[in-house]
Each structure stands twice: as C-alpha cells, then as structure tokens.
C-alpha cells in the first residue's frame, strides 16, 4: 500500500476516519434523506455513491438500502455502428427521461472519444466496461485478443478511472471454478455478457486463471485512486429462461459476495450485477439470495427479463421484471430498450427504454413505501377527478406524448376524454356527488 | 322456470345431466388439456367456456383454473368517435396478435351495428356492456338517463343475448350498501366504471336499488337462454393507486362472491371483474382475497396499473401488474392500450395493447408451469444460440418488427447483430466450446 494524503483518500476511508466528504452533503440533499442514512450505508456497503474523484457531478446519486430506485441507460456505439453525436443525443434523451446513471459500452474504434464526450457531456454517473477496450486493442495491436495481458486489462482499467469513469463493470466471478461448473451442468445459451465471454475465451486458450480475479488488489488500488465503484459483473448471467438461477450464476454470485466484502474492507465501493433471463416465480429469490450472499450490497439488475420471446417489446419484458426485482431487493435497474437482441438502440428507443425502466422502478419506489412516490400519483388523479388536463399533462412520466395522444381524437366536451366521451365516469361522478 | 327442452338447457344443466355439449370437446382440445379438467372446473364454478348458444365461435377458449393465462382486447367506438370499419380492423389486428377474446364496448349512435358486426367477425368470444345502450336509449328517447327503467335493462341485456354476445359485464355489487361504505370512507377519483357511475347516478337520484342487484334471478334467466356468460363488473374498482383495495372495492367484491355462488347453483357461468390500479405491493393481496372471497371463480382483471402516472404507456404499467396478478390467481387479463386515459385506441394502440398483455399472460404461463408455455422461450433460445436468425424470427411474438429492427442498422456480420457485432458472446463462445 502507498501511503496516501487524506484528501486521496476513498470515501470509505474518509468516513472511517470521521471526514464527510462534500460529495454525500450533496447526495443526501437531492435523494431527501438523512446525511447519516447514506454514510452508514456506505460504511456497511449497502449503498454506493458512484464519484469519480478527478470531476464533479451536477446530479449524483446514492444506490441502495432505503433509497428511491435507480435506473441506467447503456449506450454506446458498436464496430457495425459509430456516430458520436447520436450517442450524445442517447445520453441527451436518457437524461431527461429520467435515467440516473449511464454507461458507455462502446467497443467500436472510436470507443476512448466516445467515452471522453460522455463523461464530459453527462450530469449523471457514467460507468464503462474496460475489458471491452483492453480485448479490442489487443485484437489490433497484437494480432489476437489471446495475447491480451492482466498489464493490458489494468492499463485499460486506470485509463477509464483518468478518463473521468464512475463505476466500472469487472466480471471478477468468471474463474476457473465458476466455468468449470457451468461446463459440468450444460447450459442452453452458455454466456450472453460480452465480456464474460471474451474473458472465457482467453482462460480457455490460455489455461490461466482470470486476471480480475487473481489479481483483485490490483483492481482495488487503481479504484481507490479514482473513487471508482467497482460493480462486478455477472458474467455468468442467464441468457434465457431455460439457464435461469442455475449452478454457474449462483457460483459466480458466492465469489461475488467474497469480493466485494473484501472490497469494503479495503476501502472501495462496491455493487453486484445480477441477471439476465428470469422466469417471473425466480425473481424474488434472485434479489432474496443476492441479499443474503453478499451481505445487502446494492444490487444492479439487467432488467431481469421475464420472457425470450418478445425481441422488439424487451423493455416491457423487462419492466415487468424490473419492478418486481425492484420490490424485492434490487436497487438499480438497468434498462432494456426495445432493440435489445436485435440491434443497437437508437434515440427513441433509449426514451422509450428509459421510460420503461422508470416506470418499473416507480412501481417499485411506490410498492416499498419511499417517501415522496405515491404522493406523485396522488396529485396525477388528484387532477385526473378534477379533469383537470393541463395539471395532469405536467405530472405525466412523458408529457408531450400524453399531450399528442390527447389531441388525436378529440373530444367534442373539451373536459372529457374521446375514450368514454360523455360517459366520462369521473365527470357523471362529479355531478352527481357535487 | 320455464320447462327447458334439453337443448335449451345451460351448459352448467347439461354437465349436471352427464351430457358434455360438443363445444367443450373443442375447447378440451384447442387447450391441450384434458376434457375432464373443463367439465370439473365449469360443474365447480373455477372455469367458463363463454359461447353465445346462437352460433359457433372458431376459437371459443376456457378461462380459468390449472388454463394458459387469456387475455381480452377493449374494441368498440364511443360517441366522440365512430367509424364501424375501423373498429373491425382493430378486432382483426387483436386476434392475429393473440387476443382470445374481445369485448365491444361501444356507446357511439351505431354501437348495435357496431356490435352485429363484432359478432359477425369475431372468431373469439366477444363481451359487452349492455347497460351502456340501455342508458344510451334512455337518454334519446326519454329526454334524461333518470327514467330508463329496470325492463329497458333487461331488454338491452336480451337483445345482446339475441345478437349473439358471449358475455356480458353487468355491476350487480353496485348497491346501496356499497355506495355507502364509499362515501362513508371517502374515495380519491370515486368511480371510474363507465357503467357502475352511471348505475349509480340512476341509484341516486331515483333512491332505488341496482336493478341488477336487485332482479339476479332476471338476468340468469336471460344468460341461461342464451348461454351468456355473465362477467360481474366491478364497479367499484379503484381508479387511484390511492383509492386500492379499500372498503368499497372489497364489500362489492363479497356481493360478487355471493352472486358468484348463486348464479353457477342456477346454472349460469360466472366470472368476476376485478381492479384497477393496484399498487404491486398490493397485486398478489387482492387476487387471493378474491379467490377466497369468490370461490376459486375466474378472475378477469383490467390490468392492473401499478402507477398512475404514465398516460400513454399504460400498457406497460398494465403488462406489469397484469402479470404479477396472473402468476398469483388473475386468469384473464383485459388488456390497456397506451391510449387509456387519453382518447380511444387506434388500431396500433389495439396492437401494442395486445402484444403487451400477452407477454404478461405468457411471462405467468411460465411461472406457473402450464404446459407448453416455457417450451416456446427454449426453442427461441436455441435458434439464439445457433445463431438462426430465421428461426428466432419465427418464434418472436411479433415477427414483422422484429424483422424490421434488426434490418435498420445491419452488422457486418450476417450471424450477429449491430448491438454487439463481431463481439456477440454467443458467437465467442460457440467457437470457444465448439
């Protein structure tokens, strides 16, 4: 260990030394709970607060116990398809639907300028995934991404945490043992997470044991110098129905939970990625063991989805599942938009998966009882008994398109709705009771 | 009673005599299960086969017990907006998408034209609300809803059995007792039943019980000749998250119960309606107090919503309660269009309504292991896995937009797709494992 000055020192150990440091002042502000709820949530790493030390957030955020549900949005250009611009109007969009993080998972040849304009252009945490960079160059410079070395991997990983990266994706739970298990069960769709798969690829030519693994206190000094979150991935992560809550995605979750109270323990924050592909009667259970295996640390779900066979409609597969990971335990919803399994997002689909997503967490927000979210619905039918439009338009989670819709048929009493027109239950209501 | 020639007799009355009616085989057959799970569940009241006895549906369905979850299409025009055409194309665009049942809830000048048609067309059962005509007529010819009387009730409900509908909503549980306990209490958005605020405006003004209530033995005479299922609104469903699972909406659900209970002991089939906009804490609550209270008969949900802030993404706040109600008793779900509380649905609305109900339907097949059900996720995941996009293509829900989406932006490689290209984990690993 490098000795450090007190202000590099992480948030975990500035707290444990009694400093507050400004950045959770702020976040108890905006979040509206007690300065001391978030501290002690992240002393006993059951919340985090994703804060690159090099900048300063206009709108950052706490995850975890307690605290409203937060939603991010993946963007992020591919090698079949790179527009910097569009993907800052992704961010643009997913920030003003709502989304309260995002992350940038290029992995085309622009990746690092990508990745800087989205760090600069976003108010919100942005997470990465840096293997993807560290495979990618060692495909170019190297002739094969099996050349790729653990330098590579953490050169990539402190490049992010320069780059101004809030949290990172590390897929430390593939190992050797987690594979080996899932080898040994069969599987029907194997790995769907990107990095998983090249990390798989590389133990297996290789035979050597992942470097995010072995090399662990690696990865938690480079994030302690940046406050980088560290979210470890799962890689191992069902891509279908079929996999679900199977041996290797509960291996991976166990090793998962060994890290990351490892990581606490030396001072870095840390949340768990969960799935995937989940039958709806296995979501509960999923965020129940989660919970229990890695001591409550916050709980990072890629939807889950509750059916394969709606590509086109996944952010409503996964809204379904989001709220109800949500209501039990999950903290942090990762959208899904409707391209997902079909082709990169584009803007609208990044507003319509956003919107999806923050319906889910609401849902989830209003279920949990945390402070401030039925009161949103109460004022909606509040307005809504009143007819009165104008109040309920600006409570609508999508303002201009309710407005739109409205305005397609139009009513001939401007009052009502051209839905049930002049048997406008509210309004018979209204006059009978008045 | 009328003697009954032993064709005329209910399909409850046959099923008591030991004969089985041939529709029931048919549906045995159309639901892959076996005819004695039909004939036990209509005989104890947990299922019904809703099939108006003047025609012969090409996809009648049974809904209920141990049954794959269905799901209803709200079509129909209201006066602000008729055009029978239209409202064909939208029962069309419902069936293809999976509909198994539709109801006309048409309130506009042509809506018995509107209804002959429907009936015509529809090779699914078809639903009305026969009081809405009623009071409609009332309206015209009697200057004011106030005079319509119990007989114009009665002949509206005969002519739809006349007409050929399946089944019909009717809200016998809006009573003077329950009425009261909501006004006793107190209600944020009070009623928000078309047909329950107007039976209660009626109830109100002329101090007098619900006809429907207070003549059952009327209406099962009328259902029994016709074979109408009878589907009993609630018209006390709450249209505020608010508003859920309050003393009014349970007190009309224990009359339901009781009329449930009454109606298959004189042999008529029954469902019961149910809310609304739950919050999805309270989802799984309000479907087991309804079988409770009900005895074990078919639940019909309209969604529910799990918030009210999201007019024009209805569906989805739908698909997410909707879903979590059938995977805990709901067994028909009524579809939401994201025009719901906006204007009437266009045929796209219909579509999406529909599509986004069936993933919720299908998500709880799955969850609750009906046969069939996760057999259609395992052969999307294989094609997945081989990377067989023609095959994925014809297990997706909705294969045109699917088909359309990845087409947008293409990989370069044919076996990916844009979202990952020459990174897709799938491929990886099917090279790595090969």
């Known amino acids: ?111 690092r300028d990508t990745r800087l304009q989205v760090v600069k252009n976003s108010p919100v945490p942005v997470g990465t995934v840096p293997v993807y960079e560290a495979f990618l160059k060692a495909g170019k410079h190297k002739g094969t991404i099996m050349r790729l070395t653990a330098d590579d991997i953490f050169d990539a990983i402190e490049q992010h945490g320069k780059d101004g990266v809030d949290f990172i994706t590390v897929h430390c739970g593939i190992t050797m043992e987690s594979v080996e298990r899932m080898r040994k069960q069969g599987r029907l769709a194997d790995v769907v997470s990107r990095g998983g798969s090249l990390l798989i690829e590389w133990m297996v030519l290789n035979e050597k044991e992942n470097p995010l693994y072995q090399y662990f206190d690696r990865l938690l000094e480079i994030c302690k110098k940046y406050e980088m979150t560290i979210s470890l991935g799962d890689g191992m992560r069902p891509g279908a129905i079929e996999d679900a ?129 039925k009161e949103w619905d109460y004022r909606m039918s509040k307005y809504r008994k009143e007819l009165n439009w104008e109040g309920m338009f600006k409570e609508c989670i999508d303002e201009e398109t309710a407005r739109k819709m409205r305005g397609e048929i139009e009513p001939q009493n401007e009052n009502v709705c051209s839905m049930c027109g002049e048997f406008c239950a509210l309004k018979t209501l209204n006059d009978v009771f008045k």
Do not use: W
């Open 1 to 111: 260990m490098v000795d450090r000055k007190e202000k590099d020192m992480s948030i975990i150990e500035q707290l444990r030394k009694g400093n507050i440091p400004d950045v959770l002042k702020k976040v108890a502000e905006l979040e509206n709970v007690h300065l001391d709820h978030i501290v002690s949530g992240i002393l006993e790493g059951t919340i985090v607060v994703p804060h690159n030390n090099l900048k300063t957030l206009d709108k950052p955020c706490a995850i975890g116990k307690g605290l409203r549900i937060k939603v991010n949005a993946n963007i992020g250009t591919s090698q079949d398809h790179e527009d910097i611009e569009e993907e800052l109007e992704k961010l643009k969009i997913a920030v003003k639907y709502g989304a309260d993080a995002v992350m940038d998972l290029s992995t085309g040849d622009k990746a």
């Open 245 to 373: 809550t199977d041996r290797a995605q509960i291996q991976e979750l166990i090793i998962l939970g060994e890290l990351a109270q490892y990581a606490v323990e030396n001072g870095v924050q840390v949340m768990i990625e969960g799935p995937g592909h989940v039958p709806l009667d296995q979501v509960e259970t999923n965020m129940k063991i989660q919970k229990s295996l890695c001591n409550n640390a916050p709980f990072y779900v890629l939807g889950p989805i509750v059916t394969d066979v709606a590509p086109g409609y996944d952010h409503i597969t996964a809204a379904i599942g989001g709220a109800v990971a949500a209501m039990s335990g999950a903290d942090f919803l990762c959208y899904v938009t409707p391209a997902e399994h079909l082709r990169l997002p584009t803007v609208d689909d990044v507003k319509v998966g956003v919107i999806a997503s923050k319906i889910a967490a609401h849902a989830a927000d209003i279920a949990k009882g945390i402070p401030g979210a």
